[in-house]
């Protein structure tokens, strides 16, 4: 071959594989900087006060993870509706959102199905001494953690310290002195409501009627774990719940169709004397504005006489999606909402209790909320609705039993011998 062509060709060869490592490179370049910033989508219920404080804390994450975008993206109000929604897309093995809020009464279900992430590797046990027993019993399972708590409720009562200071009553420490104040009050201020709950039937029915019956010393676990519904105590303390609408008639009957919102709602507008509410209410009650602001006390429930004060263990954690796209860093933005500091804000901007015992010696937060120091008692004793993976078989038949007795449709102990053959059933599933 003449040299020129020779050359040419040389030439045209060099060109090509410049051209080749000018486009691998170009394409390399892409991936990577596509690679450099990924987006994480977080999967949560509506917050109290309005989306900007959650806003704030994860436009500062971003900051301090340039490498990380987070995308949240907010669930209907209705936990049965958030739980739905989290059932169908993970039975599918989505990997469309990383992180999830969970329920307390979810952890199991989620994590025995096979859906989340273990989190042992950034929860270790040194880290979990300083939270509240009851919401790391909750997210562990089988010995590994499977969520990391982010904030604890627990049920409380609030009353209108003025209405109480006005008539001379003092805070009811039973179920009964609570009747009896209500009953006096209501005669003597017009329209207004004597006590309001949440007794609609769904998640929040089973725990008010839990709390009932626990201070009745009653409740549908033994002591040696097996399940019992059927005892005297419970039946007593459903016909009191039933009585409070229809003989007492100190709780209004739209109380069998109320959520925490809508008694908020009523008793932050002064139409009520006393209040059993979670504990996030009680920020709002005092935003300017309020007509009640300045007029609110909150203290632990109360009991029937002979026996102790329980609430019912709430909360919400944050897990990881086992089909997340970004594990590490859907993990980085669940260590940083549940840290001390986000803890703390959330309590002071948000209302939402800490689940670390350690805030609760924290002299910034006692200022701003100094009666949060009562409530380090209440939950470190608030108690768990049955722990097991089929707990949501098994309220889905407490809700519509303990609708029925509070309503008359059935007396206490048809629902509740309803529940204790329903649920002997289920639970023989969890025997195979």
């Known amino acids: 071959m003449p040299r020129k062509p020779r050359k040419r060709l040389l030439k045209l060869a060099s060109l090509l594989f410049l051209l080749a490592v000018a486009l691998t490179s170009c394409q390399t370049e892409k991936r990577e900087a596509t690679e450099e910033t990924v987006t994480i989508v977080f999967k949560h219920g509506k917050l109290a006060g309005g989306p900007e404080a959650l806003r704030a804390i994860l436009a500062r994450f971003e900051a301090e993870n340039p490498d990380i975008k987070v995308k949240d993206e907010v669930l209907p109000a209705s936990t049965d509706e958030q739980h739905q929604f989290y059932v169908i897309n993970l039975e599918a093995g989505s990997p469309e959102f990383d992180v999830l809020s969970m329920d307390v009464i979810w952890v199991e279900e989620f994590a025995r199905a096979g859906w989340l992430r273990p989190l042992d590797g950034i929860f270790p046990p040194e880290e979990r001494e300083d939270f509240f027993a009851g919401p790391i019993s909750a997210v562990t399972y089988q010995g590994s953690v499977y969520a990391i708590p982010w904030y604890i409720d627990a049920g409380l009562l609030y009353y209108r310290k003025d209405l109480l200071e006005k008539y001379s009553m003092p805070v009811p420490r039973t179920w009964q002195e609570l009747v009896s104040t209500a009953k006096l009050i209501m005669e003597k201020e017009k329209d207004i409501y004597g006590f309001i709950w949440q007794g609609k ?120 999606n086992r089909y997340s796209p970004h594990p590490e860093a859907a993990e980085r933005l669940v260590r940083y909402l549940t840290s001390y500091e986000v803890q703390k804000e959330m309590s002071i901007k948000m209302g939402y209790r800490p689940p670390r015992r350690s805030l609760y010696e924290d002299e910034e937060l006692r200022r701003a909320q100094p009666f949060i120091v009562e409530l380090y008692p209440v939950f470190e004793r608030a108690r768990p609705r049955p722990e097991t993976p089929y707990y949501m078989m098994i309220t889905q038949v407490l809700q519509p039993e303990f609708s029925a007795a509070i309503t008359g449709l059935k007396s206490p102990e048809e629902a509740l011998r309803s529940i204790q053959r329903q649920v002997e059933y289920i639970l023989k599933l969890e025997e195979r």
């Open 201 to 320: 039937q769904y998640e929040g029915l089973v725990c008010n009627v839990m709390e009932y019956m626990w201070s009745r010393g009653g409740g549908l676990i033994d002591e040696d774990g097996r399940f019992n519904a059927l005892k005297k105590e419970n039946i007593e303390a459903l016909q009191f719940i039933y009585d409070l609408i229809h003989t007492y008639r100190v709780s209004p009957p739209l109380v069998t169709t109320a959520m925490e919102e809508t008694t908020r709602h009523i008793f932050g507008s002064g139409r009520a004397i006393f209040m059993r509410n979670w504990p996030y209410a009680w920020k709002i009650f005092e935003r300017e504005g309020s007509a009640v602001k300045g007029k609110v006390g909150v203290t632990v429930l109360p009991a029937f006489e002979g026996y102790s004060s329980a609430a019912t263990l709430g909360g919400w954690q944050l897990g990881v």
